[in-house]
């Protein structure tokens, strides 16, 4: 391992000091530029945007946050990225395997029940409006992708990711901001007219303990393939079956489809996650993922197999290695891990309480 003994840069493009703060940032970057785009057209030309579709209107904020997204990839010296390639899409599809096999069942399910004559008939969206929410299905998987893949799991890529422990606390960070992210949804909800509605609180609420535990799984693909057009192909797939309903339905808006949202949809997307997580991230392909960080960090030109082989080696005769690396890697571990717990329980217990309600036929929470 002599090329390991080279000289490491203090500080590579890309990388920051304290990634928990600078993600925060950029995810505030990411709610700002699509929110002021949507706060800018609403009042500069009203009289037109009061014919758009409501995915005619997601498409053009994600247009602007996606220039936004690309502007800080430029700024970090970070392009280069749309190249990265450890593995190929072939590779990253059976990385992806539990969510395609998922999201087509789920596809399924869906054009079923559009089709079922007892459901009575349904107005499909004119071509238009189709073509629109399937540009706004395309910018939201692009721009999340760049925003949470891209930026964010890389800043803690290139700080933490260095052991096992630190893989993992990456991992479980970006997971955490991203399902977090998915709380500004509570915003778009808002109906000035009718006020806040329970439903469009409680939906995000759930949609981002589910995107949690989901961007765990995602960007622990993304580590095992680093080729961004993976997640980015697989964000737009999953959006896609997700929202096909409120897409080709005619009135069909994201606001609503994610404000149908039930406690019940947390039981599919935590534990199988977490499983998933789990495989993904076994020793030996843990193995392979550190050796590829370090091999890119020392610039070693050969094969990362010699690497990833000294590492097993490690994890092998030092097995704390394989999880817990070093007290810090631990502390941030569990810390990431508890505050992910913490709230992902309380969140679903207020749904919970929030839908027995309903069914109830209470006020609600």
């Not at 997204?69 to 990225?81: N, V």
């Not at 395309?138 to 096992?164: C, D, H, M, Q, Y």
């Amino acid at each position: 391992m002599a090329d390991m003994d080279r000289k490491i840069p203090a500080k590579a493009p890309g990388e920051s000091r304290h990634p928990i703060i600078f993600s925060i940032a950029v995810t505030l970057v990411f709610f700002l530029s699509m929110n002021i785009a949507s706060l800018v057209i609403a009042y500069a030309i009203p009289q037109i945007a009061i014919k758009w579709s409501a995915w005619q209107f997601q498409a053009i904020c994600e247009t602007v946050s996606l220039i936004a997204g690309l502007i800080i990839l430029l700024a970090l010296r970070q392009l280069s990225l749309f190249k990265e390639k450890r593995e190929g899409l072939l590779k990253g599809a059976v990385a992806s395997g539990y969510f395609i096999v998922l999201y087509l069942f789920s596809l399924v399910t869906e054009i079923m029940l559009l089709l079922d004559p007892g459901a009575g008939a349904v107005k499909i969206a004119p071509a238009g409006d189709i073509a629109w929410f399937v540009l706004a299905i395309i910018l939201i998987g692009l721009t999340e992708e760049i925003f949470f893949r891209g930026i964010i799991s890389n800043v803690f890529w290139k700080k933490w990711a260095k052991n096992p422990a630190g893989v993992w606390a990456s991992v479980v960070c970006t997971g955490m901001i991203f399902g977090l992210m998915h709380l500004f949804n509570i915003v778009s909800g808002y109906d000035p007219a009718a006020g806040w509605q329970l439903g469009y609180v409680v939906g995000p609420m759930i949609q981002a303990v589910a995107a949690c535990f989901m961007g765990m799984t995602i960007t622990a693909i993304y580590y095992r393939t680093r080729n961004l057009w993976v997640v980015i192909l697989l964000h737009i797939f999953i959006n896609l079956c997700a929202s096909l309903s409120s897409g080709i339905i005619e009135g069909g808006t994201l606001s609503e489809s994610i404000a149908s949202y039930t406690p019940f949809q947390l039981i599919p997307a935590v534990v199988p996650n977490l499983i998933t997580v789990l495989v993904l991230l076994r020793p030996s392909k843990m193995a392979g993922i550190v050796a590829y960080r370090m091999k890119c960090e020392l610039g070693v030109s050969k094969d990362e197999e010699p690497l990833r082989e000294d590492i097993i080696g490690i994890m092998t005769s030092q097995p704390e290695y394989s999880m817990l690396s070093t007290p810090l890697g631990r502390k941030r571990l569990i810390a990431a891990a508890t505050v992910l717990g913490v709230l992902s329980a309380v969140i679903t217990t207020v749904s919970f309480v929030w839908y027995i309600s309903q069914f109830a036929g209470g006020v609600g929470v």
